[in-house]
């Protein structure tokens, strides 16, 4: 019976590996970016709802906790999902993990600079298939605006107890002195083709 579980979805297999080797570039593109934005879209979205929910049941300092310990966990569980890597990272990182290295950073100064020309931080993306130790990798950043939200944390006016808080989580913070629209970072999400 197994044998013929295998002999029907044969064909089918062949043909959807076919159809992936034959698609062009920019159909893979295409595939890629739109897998990428609802990761995007799925982890901020996630992070948001857990900050809003934290801020409303026991002020900002219980929300550290959702940056500091659910953001990671939120990012591993879409890149599980969507078979692929997803995280944000910042010129001005709070958490150590989200230092711009590499293409990163490259990304993030061109975004500063495109919005010191006047572009809108919301419109900042960023996509290439890249040649990753010999094989292909699709990369994409997006910009992350600082939202009204976010100064309580990031602004120029932390509460000292709040920043207290942070600084006894995040020696090295360097996430302060935001204002409202200013880019704070971006999303990545890369994946192996």
């Known amino acids: 019976m197994h044998k013929s579980i295998l002999v029907a979805i044969l064909p089918f297999l062949v043909s959807t590996a076919g159809a992936a080797e034959n698609m062009t570039t920019e159909e893979i593109m295409a595939s890629k970016t739109e897998t990428a934005k609802a990761a995007m879209k799925q982890l901020g979205g996630s992070h948001k709802a857990e900050l809003q929910t934290a801020i409303k ?6 929300a550290i906790s959702v940056c500091n310990k659910r953001a990671p966990e939120i990012a591993s569980q879409v890149a599980s999902e969507k078979d692929l890597e997803i995280g944000r990272v910042s010129l001005k990182n709070r958490n150590p993990s989200n230092v711009a290295e590499g293409w990163k950073m ?17 419109k900042l993306v960023y996509r290439e298939i890249a040649d990753v130790d010999g094989g292909k990798e699709f990369r994409m950043m997006k910009a992350i605006p ?6 309580t944390c990031h602004g120029t ?3 000292a107890d709040l920043a207290a808080e942070i600084d006894a989580l995040y020696p090295d913070d360097k996430a302060r002195g935001y204002s409202e629209g ?3 970072g971006a999303f990545w999400v890369t994946s192996k083709l």
């Open 57 to 62: 049941g026991g002020g900002p300092i219980s």
């Open 106 to 122: 490259s990304v993030l100064e061109d975004f500063e600079a495109r919005k010191a020309a006047g572009a809108s931080p919301d």
């Open 146 to 151: 600082t939202a009204g939200i976010c100064l």
């Open 157 to 159: 006016d932390v509460d």
């Open 182 to 184: 200013d880019l704070r």
